[in-house]
């Protein structure tokens, strides 16, 4: 074969290969439509974003802000029979089973940051949140220069895990970093002894303490090490869906149907124990309501 005619062949084979791959990722509402299912996420301990409540159902805020998306996507695909299945996620795999097109859209606790950015695609914040730790409120543990010698657990696959890696190496801390499955691995660690404190947005330390068996026990402690925005996550370079999702967040944060859902989560009880979290509105949080940003954190 002449050189020419391998090149050509080469070109046309690399061409039915990108046309392949397109094929099988189809923009978001165009796979819903033709499908007539639609796949969304949930984390299981996340509270009270996202996690499984009394009867074992996902329930909470971001759960909830996705159930309007999804009457947003009946509407924009014409399926009022859309089959909407449900799929728990863990830190580890929310991203690549979004990006492979295992689920169709993610309603948890992921911060919105440059690095993912690069991976997927976020709608507009709808929360922030600073790393801060869940103790032992005898502990004697009020900021992390107390956790020289000490052992330090984090969820793997968190910006937490990370900033807490970095900050140990970077200013000598001398603190033993553990990593654990989840959020609920994570705080019982410390309540069983074998970590002496979990570091993690304090956002969900709260409802991690709320939901514990002696609330009384555990306390949130030290500076926000870091201020990050939580946001929706929806596949990349997906312009309409993720204009639905954001059309959707910035219907309900101008209609006040957003502040509502705050009260509803962080302000009354919630399931399973009817702990109420009493966590007022952040200055950014308010200010987003009205700015409408997706700015990611560094």
Not at 13 to 22: S, Y
Not at 160 to 179: H, K, S
Not at 253 to 264: A, I, N, P, V
Not at 284 to 295: H, I
Request: aromatic share 6%; glycine share 8%; with cysteine.
């Amino acid at each position: 074969m002449r050189t020419s005619s391998r090149l050509a062949l080469a070109i046309a084979t690399a061409a039915a290969l990108c046309g392949t791959a397109g094929a099988q990722t189809p923009l978001t509402l165009d796979k819903i439509k033709a499908s007539g299912a639609m796949t969304v996420s949930y984390r299981e301990s996340s509270i009270p974003f996202s996690y499984l409540g009394g009867d074992t159902q996902p329930v909470g805020f971001g759960w909830e802000i996705c159930q309007r998306v999804v009457a947003e996507v009946k509407k924009a695909t014409g399926r009022a029979d859309l089959k909407v299945n449900t799929q728990a996620v863990t830190s580890q795999n929310r991203i690549p089973l979004l990006a492979n097109g295992t689920i169709d859209i993610e309603c948890g606790s992921t911060t919105n940051n440059s690095d993912r950015g690069k991976q997927v695609a976020f709608a507009i914040n709808y929360f922030y949140t600073g790393t801060r730790f869940l103790v032992k409120a005898d502990s004697g543990i009020k900021s992390i220069a107390d956790l020289k010698g000490k052992k330090v657990v984090s969820t793997t696959g968190t910006t937490n895990y990370q900033l807490l890696r970095r900050l140990n190496t970077e200013q000598n801390l001398g603190f033993e970093l553990l990593a654990a499955k989840d959020h609920a691995e994570s705080a019982l660690m410390v309540q069983s002894g074998r970590a002496e404190a979990f570091g993690m947005d304090d956002i969900l330390l709260y409802g991690l303490r709320a939901g514990a068996q002696n609330p009384a026990e555990l306390a949130v402690v030290g500076e926000a090490l870091q201020v990050e925005p939580y946001a929706i996550m929806v596949r990349k370079d997906d312009a309409p869906f993720k204009k639905l999702v954001d059309d959707t967040l910035a219907g309900m944060m101008k209609s006040g149907e957003f502040e509502t859902l705050y009260k509803k989560w962080f302000q009354s009880p919630i399931p399973p124990k009817g702990i109420n979290l009493a966590a007022p509105m952040s200055k950014e949080l308010a200010d987003n309501l009205k700015a409408l940003s997706d700015k990611p954190a560094l």
